[in-house]
């Protein structure tokens, strides 16, 4: 079976991603929020 979640190590590659985007504020807290509360990816974009 697959996984369904996100490594500890693959969730801090993209908290680092985000100082290069757009509004990295944003970004990391909804990352970080979808992390921490467990939310789908269809939660975050829905």
């Known amino acids: 079976m697959k996984r ?6 693959e969730i801090e590659k993209l908290l680092s991603a985000t100082d290069r985007m757009p509004f ?11 992390f921490i509360h467990g ?5 975050l974009l829905g």
């Open 4 to 9: 369904k979640y996100l490594t500890q190590e």
């Open 24 to 34: 990295p504020e944003r970004n990391r807290c909804l990352i970080l929020m979808a």
């Open 39 to 43: 939310f789908r990816a269809s939660e």
